[in-house]
């Protein structure tokens, strides 16, 4: 199977007022056309600027690729010059933001803003890019989209705009969407339309996505595999059914545990992950996760471990020193 | 078990301005007709989508808003008819917990001026007790004291969030509003200070509204819960009960829409059309009627009242025509 998609060694470092830090660090992944690639962590994990990178739109400066390769159906990315990556941007790969409020205009009607897309990129007509858009948004489920064409977006609420940013994204038909957190900022029963939105949308148009999000329930039911990431580096990737099934990592199951879920009976106490995340500009030498880990041994902490390929289950790999590996008789 | 907080009929509308000269063209209601009890010691989950009027009903209980009409008894005074040093006296018993522990702190005061100042505006022990209260208030909530003289921005949000909830305890109340306090941590980070308030909740019987749009997380701290929409509760059942075997059509699509951490759960999800009505101008009969999957006909005239579908010791109110013929 060709990847349509493939990261390799991807270093991102940011100037700050403290000093230099790296944001991502050597992060490579695949992604195969049509599928769902969750890309899962808590804040200051790295996944956005990832995910920013591959659209060349991590701010520079302060920001820095410093190392990696990013290849698009065998481009890289890192490579082209910005003319011709303003041309992939938003035709064969396109992103959706967090907060459609931010992400949209609030001077121009959402029409305004979908027609130019079209007409920039396939070269449309002022009247074929607007028959173009009404149609995209009435694909998203916008109810009457030919009288909210003209809606700016402040008339429209949250799901409505996400909705649109999907529409927007989607218009010139992309190999490659890119969603972070695209349901972060929305109710429960709106997320739920939503997403179900994008995973009807992602069949429909065979397209590849990588969902950005901090929430691993909806990594369960979107996603195809999942990467884990932690201060920067990825320290688990597996299909989503072997990670819920096995959490290979500490961090992984640790993060699990903690989310609080709806249950039988409700528990005394939530299972925590103790300790928080370390400071970025000050990154322990070994596992980065060592001193928040229950199961730290001595030499966790001598050197940067590397991602390893689990022996037993195919396409998984772990960051750890001593991961729990499915068998029996549960970890050691 | 004594009831703490009584609240009957409680209405916050807000009027929306517009035209030249700026008149109120319409009301906002916000909060529209709340009523519910709450006993010491326990502690209420509130949950509903956002600009359902949850934190609006939250800060109405503690006078942060003025409440339109209706009465708030905390120990049997009517907070909502109170003022000037009365209202101060009964301030004591009950603080709150912002959602944004960023925004919530002064960022120009050190941590112990902001945990200092409570005890100083209610007149409370010597300087030198004011200070032994604060250092033991940072142990319960995991800090050393060494963070009194560093400023807000110097910590995480977790432990922001921790100066919050010592900010809270410091008068001691019986009684704390909790307005969605975990939903800006991160998950690793969410669960410690849950337990946090959980711990508060069983070592010194505070009784919590807890307000969140997060079912789950509400299910782990709450003994009653509240199911809000379009300022009003439509279902209200012990914890156990209505998670087991919720009744309003609008609580299982909450329930349902939570997205399940496990793959293999195959999710039966109803999906909800369409958004949540304008409160200024919400609709005829039951709130719901437009997007619920059970409406009938009948659902868009009458406005549903409360029917009690449990005992009266152990009462499940839902606020449904589905449930109003059976009785």
């Given at each position: 199977?060709?990847?349509?998609?493939?990261?390799?060694?991807?270093?991102?470092?940011?100037?700050?007022?403290?000093?230099?830090?790296?944001?991502?660090?050597?992060?490579?992944?695949?992604?195969?056309?049509?599928?769902?690639?969750?890309?899962?962590?808590?804040?200051?994990?790295?996944?956005?600027?990832?995910?920013?990178?591959?659209?060349?739109?991590?701010?520079?400066?302060?920001?820095?690729?410093?190392?990696?390769?990013?290849?698009?159906?065998?481009?890289?990315?890192?490579?082209?010059?910005?003319?011709?990556?303003?041309?992939?941007?938003?035709?064969?790969?396109?992103?959706?933001?967090?907060?459609?409020?931010?992400?949209?205009?609030?001077?121009?009607?959402?029409?305004?803003?979908?027609?130019?897309?079209?007409?920039?990129?396939?070269?449309?007509?002022?009247?074929?890019?607007?028959?173009?858009?009404?149609?995209?948004?009435?694909?998203?489920?916008?109810?009457?989209?030919?009288?909210?064409?003209?809606?700016?977006?402040?008339?429209?609420?949250?799901?409505?705009?996400?909705?649109?940013?999907?529409?927007?994204?989607?218009?010139?038909?992309?190999?490659?969407?890119?969603?972070?957190?695209?349901?972060?900022?929305?109710?429960?029963?709106?997320?739920?339309?939503?997403?179900?939105?994008?995973?009807?949308?992602?069949?429909?148009?065979?397209?590849?996505?990588?969902?950005?999000?901090?929430?691993?329930?909806?990594?369960?039911?979107?996603?195809?595999?999942?990467?884990?990431?932690?201060?920067?580096?990825?320290?688990?990737?597996?299909?989503?059914?072997?990670?819920?099934?096995?959490?290979?990592?500490?961090?992984?199951?640790?993060?699990?545990?903690?989310?609080?879920?709806?249950?039988?009976?409700?528990?005394?106490?939530?299972?925590?992950?103790?300790?928080?995340?370390?400071?970025?500009?000050?990154?322990?030498?070994?596992?980065?996760?060592?001193?928040?880990?229950?199961?730290?041994?001595?030499?966790?902490?001598?050197?940067?471990?590397?991602?390893?390929?689990?022996?037993?289950?195919?396409?998984?790999?772990?960051?750890?020193?001593?991961?729990?590996?499915?068998?029996?008789?549960?970890?050691? | 078990?004594?009831?703490?907080?009584?609240?009957?009929?409680?209405?916050?509308?807000?009027?929306?301005?517009?035209?030249?000269?700026?008149?109120?063209?319409?009301?906002?209601?916000?909060?529209?007709?709340?009523?519910?009890?709450?006993?010491?010691?326990?502690?209420?989950?509130?949950?509903?989508?956002?600009?359902?009027?949850?934190?609006?009903?939250?800060?109405?209980?503690?006078?942060?808003?003025?409440?339109?009409?209706?009465?708030?008894?905390?120990?049997?005074?009517?907070?909502?008819?109170?003022?000037?040093?009365?209202?101060?006296?009964?301030?004591r018993?009950?603080q709150m917990i912002?959602?944004?522990p960023?925004?919530s702190l002064s960022?120009?005061r050190t941590i112990g001026q902001t945990l200092l100042e409570p005890l100083e505006v209610h007149d409370i022990g010597t300087p030198a007790e004011r200070q032994a209260i604060v250092a033991e208030l940072l142990d319960v909530v995991g800090l050393r004291t060494a963070v009194l003289n560093r400023y807000p921005?110097e910590f995480?949000?977790?432990q922001r969030q921790r100066i919050g909830i010592a900010r809270a305890l410091t008068l001691k109340p019986?009684?704390i509003?909790?307005?969605?306090?975990?939903?800006?941590?991160?998950?690793?980070?969410?669960?410690?200070?849950?337990?946090l308030?959980?711990?508060l909740?069983?070592e010194r019987?505070i009784?919590?509204?807890?307000?969140?749009?997060?079912?789950?997380?509400?299910?782990?701290?709450?003994?009653?819960?509240?199911?809000?929409?379009?300022?009003?509760?439509?279902?209200?059942?012990?914890?156990?009960?209505?998670?087991?075997?919720?009744?309003?059509?609008?609580?299982?699509?909450?329930?349902?829409?939570?997205?399940?951490?496990?793959?293999?759960?195959?999710?039966?999800?109803?999906?909800?059309?369409?958004?949540?009505?304008?409160?200024?101008?919400?609709?005829?009969?039951?709130?719901?009627?437009?997007?619920?999957?059970?409406?009938?006909?009948?659902?868009?005239?009458?406005?549903?009242?409360?029917?009690?579908?449990?005992?009266?010791?152990?009462?499940?109110?839902?606020?449904?025509?589905?449930?109003?013929?059976?009785?």
């Open positions: 199977m060709t990847a349509l998609l493939e990261v390799k060694d991807l270093c991102v470092e940011f100037n700050t007022d403290r000093g230099r830090l790296r944001a991502v660090d050597n992060v490579s992944f695949s992604v195969s056309p049509g599928e769902i690639l969750g890309l899962v962590g808590e804040s200051g994990c790295g996944k956005t600027v990832t995910g920013l990178s591959i659209l060349g739109l991590v701010p520079q400066p302060p920001g820095e690729v410093v190392n990696g390769q990013i290849l698009f159906e065998g481009t890289d990315l890192l490579q082209l010059p910005p003319k011709a990556m303003q041309a992939k941007r938003g035709s064969d790969i396109s992103m959706i933001f967090q907060e459609p409020m931010t992400a949209l205009n609030p001077v121009f009607t959402v029409g305004a803003q979908m027609t130019e897309v079209l007409r920039l990129h396939k070269g449309l007509t002022r009247t074929q890019a607007r028959n173009a858009a009404i149609e995209m948004l009435g694909t998203v489920g916008i109810p009457s989209p030919e009288r909210r064409i003209n809606d700016y977006p402040h008339e429209m609420s949250g799901g409505m705009r996400q909705r649109v940013m999907i529409a927007m994204a989607l218009s010139c038909g992309p190999k490659l969407l890119i969603a972070d957190e695209p349901t972060t900022a929305l109710d429960v029963t709106t997320q739920a339309q939503v997403l179900e939105q994008i995973v009807k949308l992602q069949r429909q148009f065979e397209m590849a996505v990588i969902l950005i999000t901090h929430d691993l329930g909806v990594v369960a039911e979107t996603c195809d595999r999942a990467l884990v990431m932690y201060c920067g580096e990825v320290v688990e990737s597996a299909t989503v059914d072997d990670l819920f099934a096995a959490p290979a990592h500490p961090y992984t199951s640790g993060l699990m545990n903690s989310i609080p879920r709806l249950r039988d009976q409700a528990l005394d106490r939530l299972p925590v992950i103790e300790g928080m995340v370390p400071d970025l500009l000050n990154m322990p030498g070994g596992c980065r996760f060592a001193d928040r880990c229950q199961g730290v041994q001595s030499n966790c902490s001598q050197d940067r471990i590397a991602l390893v390929d689990a022996p037993a289950a195919a396409p998984r790999s772990v960051r750890c020193l001593y991961p729990h590996m499915a068998s029996a008789g549960g970890q050691s | 078990m004594t009831v703490l907080l009584e609240v009957r009929g409680l209405k916050k509308h807000f009027p929306v301005r517009g035209g030249l000269l700026h008149r109120a063209e319409a009301q906002l209601k916000a909060v529209d007709g709340v009523s519910f009890k709450l006993e010491a010691g326990q502690t209420l989950g509130l949950v509903g989508e956002s600009g359902c009027g949850k934190s609006t009903l939250g800060r109405a209980l503690l006078r942060l808003h003025e409440p339109t009409s209706g009465e708030v008894y905390l120990n049997g005074v009517d907070i909502a008819g109170l003022d000037g040093a009365a209202l101060l006296e009964q301030r018993n009950m912002f959602q944004d960023f925004a960022p120009r921005h995480s949000g977790g019986q009684f509003v909790a307005d969605e306090p975990v939903s800006a941590l991160d998950v690793s980070v969410q669960s410690q200070v849950l337990n308030i959980k711990d909740q069983e019987g009784a919590f509204l807890f307000i969140s749009h997060d079912l789950a997380v509400v299910q782990h701290l709450s003994d009653v819960v509240a199911v809000m929409y379009l300022g009003k509760i439509v279902e209200m059942a012990s914890a156990a009960d209505l998670y087991r075997n919720p009744r309003h059509p609008y609580t299982q699509a909450l329930l349902s829409a939570i997205p399940v951490p496990d793959p293999q759960s195959g999710s039966n999800r109803v999906i909800l059309g369409g958004d949540v009505p304008s409160p200024v101008n919400p609709p005829a009969g039951c709130p719901f009627h437009p997007r619920c999957p059970q409406a009938t006909e009948a659902c868009s005239r009458v406005a549903p009242t409360a029917v009690n579908t449990g005992t009266e010791s152990a009462p499940h109110v839902v606020h449904c025509l589905l449930f109003s013929d059976s009785k």
